[in-house]
């Protein structure tokens, strides 16, 4: 059987026995199915290559392809590929990485827990949150605060935490005791005075509204990913901060995208000098060779653990919680992270990047260019004076992009829904933090074109 003989049995088979997230058929008409990644370019089956624009799913930090991960991987499998970390087993590669992890974290980090992604993730950090607060005696403390545009995965509490049109409406209701406050999304924001003081004053006002007995903690993206790449003002996370400490509630930083380099640092809120009480990581602590998340627990909260007597044990557990062979991953990326110098060329990269984009701002349509590090966006208008969101021409870029060689990803374009500002179509970039300058600067032009082509 020739190769496009053997695709075309594999796309059969596909279409017949696999699911995909974000499943409908309509989308999976056109399926490209992908044989090989090197470095920031990932290849079809028809030959083709294209430039991984969003790290495939924003996780692919190191790039494809980096034999080390694989050995790192195979040695693991070959001395103990599983083993349970349950309370009383433990395992070298598990204690190793926690260890890794909390050394390049916060400086008040102090242990780690291990799941399988970024939704588990954020799981783990709501019942944690929870936990604390029964331990310190509080146990009417059970909300949690997001961020309408916010993204912090799908299960259940998840997708309650997640506040993007789309998500919830086949899957409703939704699990109580989740709520969402305004952003801070300057290019949207429609009040007065600074967004970054103004968002966060929408979070204490929820507080103040509900009770602060009422909120176990508050979730935010250092920058959200999902919901279009938006960066806050410098003021915001400072002053939630202080916010959060005045109300006796806990900040939990879903660093899932912007943690192991992102941002050009291991750690997204140090650039304000602010530190969580819990972060939930995945995606790019292995570079998504193998699935692997966790959350990081600040002192005090790991501390309510270990004080706890028998009968208050921390009850939550999972099969895959510090896998082996995933930590031993998750140790070489980090190794490469280092050896490479890759928190330094991603911010001088997401520097040319986001300089390289504002030169598009001037094309019909663009309404903003923004990001931080290894992140970027553009968001797509129909008037650039009123700002008037451009509902659906995002979709196409994505696809003269595509007919280009570059993969990217839209954020869908909304009018305002549940007291959220209305935006535009947003294209969103994440290349993999070791990709070159002559990648970078392709990547601008590519989307120059798609921009101009689409009108």
């Not at 208008?381 to 009123?386: E, H």
Request: hydrophobic content about 40%; some cysteine; proline content about 6%.
């Amino acid at each position: 059987m020739d190769d496009l003989a053997a695709a075309d049995t594999l796309l059969d088979l596909d279409r017949r026995h696999l699911v995909h997230p974000l499943h409908h058929a309509s989308t999976h008409a056109d399926t490209r199915l992908f044989v090989e990644g090197r470095g920031a370019m990932v290849r079809t089956d028809d030959g083709r290559e294209f430039i991984d624009g969003l790290s495939m799913l924003w996780n692919v930090n190191i790039g494809h392809g980096r034999k080390e991960l694989a050995q790192a991987a195979a040695r693991q499998m070959e001395t103990l590929a599983y083993s349970s970390a349950y309370a009383g087993f433990s395992n070298e590669p598990a204690i190793r990485l926690a260890e890794a992890i909390v050394s390049r974290a916060y400086p008040t980090s102090a242990a780690v827990y291990f799941t399988t992604g970024g939704a588990e993730s954020n799981e783990s950090a709501f019942k944690t949150a929870r936990y604390y607060w029964k331990r310190m005696g509080k146990p009417g403390k059970v909300k949690i605060i997001s961020r309408q545009y916010g993204y912090h995965g799908v299960t259940m509490a998840a997708m309650s935490a997640t506040s993007l049109p789309g998500y919830q409406k086949m899957f409703g209701p939704m699990t109580p005791e989740f709520l969402q406050v305004v952003p801070p999304y300057p290019y949207r924001w429609a009040g007065n005075g600074d967004p970054g003081i103004g968002a966060a004053e929408a979070v204490e006002r929820a507080i103040e509204a509900n009770g602060a007995d009422t909120i176990a903690a508050v979730i935010a993206e250092p920058v959200m990913g999902a919901g279009g790449v938006i960066v806050p003002p410098d003021t915001y996370f400072p002053r939630l901060r202080e916010v959060c400490d005045r109300h006796q509630v806990l900040l939990i930083a879903d660093e899932v995208i912007t943690g192991f380099g992102r941002t050009g640092r291991w750690f997204a809120l140090g650039r304000w000098n602010v530190e969580p009480d819990i972060v939930s990581f995945a995606k790019g602590v292995t570079s998504g060779y193998l699935p692997l998340g966790g959350i990081i627990l600040s002192r005090t909260v790991h501390q309510a653990l270990e004080d706890a007597p028998p009968a208050e044990r921390y009850m939550h557990a999972a099969t895959y919680s510090g896998h082996p062979t995933c930590c031993a991953v998750g140790l070489a990326n980090i190794d490469v992270i280092e050896r490479d110098g890759l928190l330094e060329h991603a911010t001088a990269m997401g520097t040319r990047l986001l300089t390289g984009l504002e030169t598009l701002r001037d094309l019909p349509g663009v309404g903003e260019v923004r990001g931080l590090g290894m992140m970027a966006a553009i968001e797509l208008v129909t008037d650039k004076g009123t700002r008037e969101p451009a509902i659906g021409p995002g979709g196409k870029v994505v696809a003269e992009a595509m007919k280009r060689g570059l993969i990217l990803r839209v954020r869908g374009g909304t009018p305002s829904y549940d007291g959220a500002p209305p935006s535009g179509d947003s294209l969103c970039l994440a290349p993999p933090l070791m990709t070159p300058e002559a990648t970078i600067d392709r990547i601008v032009e590519i989307l120059g074109e798609s921009i101009a082509a689409v009108g």
